[in-house]
């Protein structure tokens, strides 16, 4: 059982995803195997996604689909349910605890997501579960891969992790590295150099996210032709926490012009909403058509040509604030490879 450990931003769902991706390449053995995974998350309506009930249904789900012979352990249950429809948390758990007297040797790989965001009243109930079936040295291999902010862990599970990974341990030479290759381009003196690159890597605290954005605070205000001192003393106005930098982000859009604040808006919209990351022509061209639905809206080619923005990554950039980022090679905005993403939700 391994557990990902790390603040918001410091990559537990990138890392995660890594391991999910590239199960198959890196570990041979996988490639016969079955793989479930569950995300909670506190930010959807209602328990769906923080409820341990949930979790185990879903991933009960996920191996009954790739392996039908493990139905053997539900049908005494299922037969029960018919009647009353409701199925225990108790009972779940059961069955998954029965997968280890499989006959036939198996291996699962378990992906749970975001352990902080569950429900806390049984999360320590999950650990063990986990720990029991990882435990077994039967034909039924289970391996679990555990991601979670820093919470307060019983002793005696920290003892059940087979391994630990502190996110803010080990991103701390790849932080290093970074800010020594954007500061690079800055003007700046070897002292005030080594005081900017100490300073963000002391309060990065493995966040990569918050040192991204620290980069693109000292990149605009290394532009305004500054001294050294002034760099520094700006970087240490910065917030240090990642919250506390959004608020200031939202803070500043909100003084703009209210025509910056609809399109700001807008962009933030289509990007979170789309189905599949837009590219700037789309973004583009989307910004030209008007936002009112219940508008009859037929306009000639000359028309709809004076409502297309001229300098579209401008006004992203602009309008977008530190929530947007903008992906691709950009000796054209027509380029269908340029994506606009979301920095940060």
């Given at each position: 059982?391994?557990?990902?450990?790390?603040?918001?931003?410091?990559?537990?769902?990138?890392l995660?995803?890594?391991?999910?991706?590239?199960?198959?390449?890196?570990e041979?053995l996988?490639?016969?195997?079955?793989?479930?995974?569950?995300?909670?998350s506190?930010?959807?309506?209602?328990?769906?996604?923080?409820?341990?009930s949930?979790?185990?249904?879903?991933?009960?789900?996920?191996v009954l689909?790739?392996?039908?012979?493990?139905?053997i352990?539900?049908?005494?249950?299922?037969?029960?349910?018919?009647?009353?429809?409701?199925?225990?948390?108790d009972?779940?758990?059961e069955?998954?605890?029965?997968?280890?007297?499989?006959?036939?040797?198996?291996?699962?790989?378990?992906?749970?997501?975001?352990?902080?965001?569950?429900?806390?009243?049984h999360?320590?109930?999950?650990v063990?579960?986990?720990?029991?079936?990882?435990?077994?040295?039967?034909?039924?291999?289970?391996?679990?891969?555990?991601?979670?902010r820093?919470?307060?862990?019983?002793?005696?599970?920290?003892?059940?992790?087979?391994?630990?990974?502190?996110?803010?341990?080990?991103?701390?030479?790849?932080?290093?590295?970074?800010?020594q290759?954007?500061?690079?381009?800055?003007?700046?003196?070897?002292?005030?150099?080594g005081?900017?690159?100490?300073?963000?890597?002391?309060?990065?605290?493995?966040?990569?996210?918050?040192?991204?954005l620290?980069?693109?605070?000292l990149?605009?205000?290394?532009?305004?032709?500054?001294?050294?001192?002034?760099?520094?003393?700006?970087?240490e106005?910065?917030?240090?926490?990642?919250?506390?930098?959004?608020e200031?982000?939202?803070?500043?859009?909100?003084?703009?012009?209210?025509?910056?604040?609809?399109?700001?808006?807008?962009?933030?919209?289509?990007?979170?909403?789309?189905?599949?990351?837009?590219?700037?022509?789309?973004?583009?061209?989307?910004l030209?058509?008007?936002?009112?639905?219940?508008?009859?809206?037929?306009?000639?080619?000359?028309?709809?040509?004076?409502?297309?923005?001229?300098?579209?990554?401008?006004?992203?950039?602009h309008c977008?604030?530190?929530?947007?980022?903008?992906?691709?090679?950009?000796?054209?905005?027509?380029?269908?490879?340029i994506?606009?993403?979301l920095?940060y939700?």
């Amino acid at each position: 059982m391994l557990l990902i450990e790390g603040k918001p931003g410091s990559g537990k769902s990138t890392l995660t995803k890594y391991f999910k991706d590239n199960l198959f390449e890196k570990e041979p053995l996988a490639r016969q195997a079955i793989v479930a995974s569950f995300f909670y998350s506190h930010r959807e309506e209602g328990e769906l996604h923080t409820n341990h009930s949930n979790m185990l249904r879903s991933i009960l789900h996920d191996v009954l689909q790739q392996n039908e012979t493990f139905f053997i352990y539900f049908q005494s249950l299922y037969r029960k349910m018919l009647l009353c429809g409701v199925w225990p948390y108790d009972s779940l758990k059961e069955i998954l605890l029965s997968f280890k007297e499989h006959t036939v040797k198996e291996r699962l790989y378990l992906f749970l997501d975001a352990m902080d965001e569950s429900d806390g009243n049984h999360r320590d109930d999950i650990v063990q579960l986990m720990h029991q079936l990882c435990a077994t040295n039967k034909l039924c291999i289970f391996k679990v891969i555990l991601a979670s902010r820093p919470i307060a862990w019983p002793s005696r599970h920290l003892t059940q992790f087979q391994n630990i990974i502190k996110l803010q341990d080990e991103n701390s030479w790849d932080i290093l590295n970074f800010v020594q290759s954007f500061l690079a381009p800055l003007n700046l003196n070897f002292e005030c150099r080594g005081k900017i690159i100490h300073y963000i890597v002391r309060n990065a605290q493995g966040v990569f996210l918050w040192v991204h954005l620290v980069k693109k605070e000292l990149i605009k205000y290394d532009a305004t032709a500054c001294t050294n001192k002034e760099i520094y003393d700006f970087l240490e106005s910065l917030p240090t926490e990642l919250d506390e930098f959004y608020e200031l982000n939202l803070s500043r859009l909100e003084k703009n012009e209210q025509r910056d604040v609809k399109v700001g808006v807008r962009l933030i919209q289509l990007v979170l909403f789309a189905y599949r990351p837009l590219s700037i022509h789309e973004i583009r061209q989307a910004l030209a058509i008007p936002d009112d639905i219940d508008a009859e809206y037929s306009p000639s080619d000359v028309s709809y040509e004076n409502e297309l923005i001229n300098d579209i990554v401008k006004r992203i950039i602009h309008c977008g604030g530190n929530f947007l980022d903008i992906k691709g090679p950009r000796e054209s905005s027509n380029n269908p490879n340029i994506m606009v993403l979301l920095t940060y939700i």
